[in-house]
């Protein structure tokens, strides 16, 4: 560590003394020796591992101006980076402090102490910077981009939506479907308190923001529902596979509901039927098979999955032909399926059901914001053989 602080205290040191001296080749002799006593007496605090007075005595040596201004802001980053944000705390509040600094180096100097205190975990501290930087064009898009995350983590979902309007207007680039997701959870808070009016609201302008929205449909087709409309909760329900089939699955027993409460059970069929012709999904056949269990019998129900299985071999498809099967079996078939149907339980408890097509986060549960890269819509399903989960 101490040869790490050496090399760079020579580094930049040496730069600060080439900048500060390169134009007065005829310096007086006192200013030098001053120079030169200050730097060993830093290396010193180096070499007995004293680092704050070693920074204490670098930042009185290094004279704030365009030429050491450099110096200083990679000192400070270089600091944060190692994790020790108070010292860069340090530099960049004595930058900032200095009246004669110019203001392209008062700006990064804000933005690096704003950076500075959301490593400290102080979010208070760096939103105050960053909110500083919003109107100011070289460190607007930067600014507004870290005050969308810092809202987002903090589930200030209104100020979110303002950030990243004002992003889209100085970029220019949409965040429209980051901001329906934002409107989407101001409509859950919503929807939990029973203020389906002003969660109706809120999933219209998601709409808006992005028409492909599944989970704006999903959320309205569940006030529809909640309001005893559910033929317009339908239409909002089967828009979902245009949107984005990959959340196909989270609209199947809604669907179903739907089409129950509406006493349409012939049109239930026909319509899942069609469905896994284009979509062969395992969430489809269970609703689907449950139906024609209740209707026609176990042994129907059976045959119908096992087509399924056939036609589309995965883990969970035979999970699901084994838990239907079960019931028709008898003495030693019926003890080596429930053999099987623990075998499997075991086998699917270890696998994920979601997955984020952008770090591969797993997951049991639908998370519409990813825990690990924090993007949004990319956890999905999993529908394939290998993850036994289609």
């Not at 392209?104 to 909110?131: C, H, N, P, V």
């Not at 949409?174 to 999933?203: D, V, W």
Request: charged share 30%; net charge negative.
């Amino acid at each position: 560590m101490v040869v790490i602080w050496v090399m760079l205290a020579l580094t930049a040191l040496a730069g600060a003394w080439y900048a500060g001296f390169r134009m007065r080749p005829e310096d007086d002799s006192p200013r030098k020796l001053d120079f030169h006593r200050d730097y060993l007496v830093g290396l010193n605090f180096l070499l007995n591992e004293e680092t704050d007075k070693a920074v204490d005595v670098f930042i009185k040596m290094l004279e704030v101006d365009s030429d050491t201004v450099e110096t200083h802001l990679a000192v400070g980053k270089l600091f944060r980076k190692r994790g020790e944000v108070d010292r860069a705390i340090r530099i960049h509040q004595n930058l900032i402090a200095r009246p004669q600094l110019e203001k392209i180096y008062r700006e990064q100097s804000l933005f690096e102490l704003g950076q500075d205190y959301l490593s400290a975990g102080m979010i208070d501290r760096a939103e105050k910077y960053f909110l500083e930087l919003v109107n100011e064009k070289d460190y607007a898009s930067d600014a507004l981009e870290t005050l969308i995350e810092i809202y987002q983590q903090g589930k200030d979902w209104p100020r979110a939506i303002d950030m990243a309007q004002q992003y889209q207007s100085v970029t220019k680039k949409s965040l429209g479907p980051e901001i329906a997701h934002f409107y989407c959870e101001l409509a859950e808070i919503a929807i939990n308190k029973k203020m389906y009016r002003e969660a109706s609201g809120y999933l219209d302008k998601a709409a808006y923001e992005d028409s492909r929205c599944a989970r704006a449909s999903l959320l309205h087709a569940k006030v529809l529902m909640a309001e005893g409309d559910n033929k317009t909760a339908l239409r909002y329900l089967k828009n979902v596979k245009d949107q984005n089939p990959d959340y196909l699955a989270e609209s199947i027993e809604m669907i179903a509901t739907c089409y129950e409460r509406l006493h349409c059970e012939d049109q239930l069929i026909t319509y899942f039927k069609n469905l896994i012709d284009e979509y062969p999904r395992v969430p489809v056949v269970l609703i689907l098979a449950e139906r024609i269990r209740k209707w026609k019998g176990d042994k129907t129900a059976a045959g119908f999955v096992a087509d399924y299985v056939r036609r589309y071999p995965s883990l969970k498809g035979i999970a699901l032909f084994i838990n239907i099967y079960i019931s028709n079996a008898e003495g030693r078939a019926k003890e080596d399926m429930h053999i099987l149907q623990n075998l499997m339980k075991k086998i699917l408890a270890n696998k994920p059901e979601y997955k984020c097509n952008s770090c591969g986060f797993p997951g049991k549960t639908l998370h519409w914001q990813c825990p690990g890269c924090r993007e949004w819509s990319t956890m999905v399903p999993i529908y394939n053989l290998e993850d036994g989960l289609a």
